[in-house]
């Protein structure tokens, strides 16, 4: 069966400091992959999605990258983080087929910049 | 542009009651995906039930169902005999077909938070 991993589960950076979140998918392969933001007691945002290595579409401009270097790991990161980076990231995978399919996401990632 | 609405930021239920959340969108298309996902305060996004637009029957999941309303650009989800466990914020989400868009992108609403009463 296939599997999410996403570390760390919280995570505490002063403003300006770097950061890189990894998410990983076992028991599939050539996933599409996703990063989300969840603001406080709002919905979800789609930041970054990946339909292949080396292959990042961003949907809204920030602060933040993604990369995918190898198939089933997916990196956001940023170089300098800001007060407004602050949130809950959650990471996701769907398998790459013809047909539509679902979203399967991983456990999440609270942030809090200070 | 797709949008997804989700009109009851909050509802409460009793335990065993029956309960409906709402959700409306907006589409041009003719040919997509509804889904409705569950996030209990674990923060977990697990998936509940999904709807093919091309499909009139609605669609079933245990103690789950939805009312498909096309037309209407509708799609409200019931949960019968509610448990304690059914406490979480419920997500309604809305994705292209893929012969559009085969990314499997998913537009979400701003969630209803769903708590049931002992």
């Known amino acids: 069966s296939q599997t999410i991993h996403q570390w760390p589960a919280t995570l505490v950076q002063p403003v300006g400091s770097p950061l890189s979140l990894e998410c990983t998918v076992e028991g599939t392969s050539n996933p599409n992959l996703y990063w989300y933001r969840q603001a406080a007691g709002r919905g979800l945002q789609l930041l970054f999605y990946s339909v292949g290595i080396g292959q990042i579409s961003s949907e809204v401009p920030q602060n933040l990258s993604a990369s995918r270097p190898q198939d089933r790991q997916f990196i956001l990161s940023s170089k300098k983080l800001l007060l407004s980076d602050s949130g809950f990231y959650l990471c996701a995978w769907s398998v790459d087929s013809h047909i539509n399919q679902p979203q399967h996401f991983g456990d999440g990632t609270r942030l809090s910049i200070l | 542009a797709q949008t997804v609405t989700q009109s009851q930021p909050e509802m409460s239920v009793q335990e065993a009651e029956t309960v409906t959340l709402s959700c409306t969108y907006d589409?041009?298309?003719?040919?997509?995906?509804l889904f409705w996902y569950k996030q209990p305060p674990s923060r977990q996004m697990i998936l509940v039930i999904r709807?093919?637009?091309?499909?009139?029957q609605n669609a079933t999941e245990n103690r789950f169902s939805v009312n498909f309303q096309k037309a209407a650009k509708s799609f409200s989800l019931k949960i019968s005999d509610s448990q304690l466990g059914d406490t979480a914020m419920y997500f309604c989400?809305?994705?292209?077909?893929?012969?559009?868009?085969?990314?499997?992108?998913?537009?979400f609403g701003t969630g209803t938070l769903l708590a049931v009463q002992p």
């Open positions: 589409t041009s298309e003719n040919n997509y995906y």
């Open positions: 989400a809305f994705m292209k077909s893929n012969r559009l868009d085969a990314t499997n992108k998913l537009i």
């Open positions: 709807q093919e637009a091309y499909k009139q």
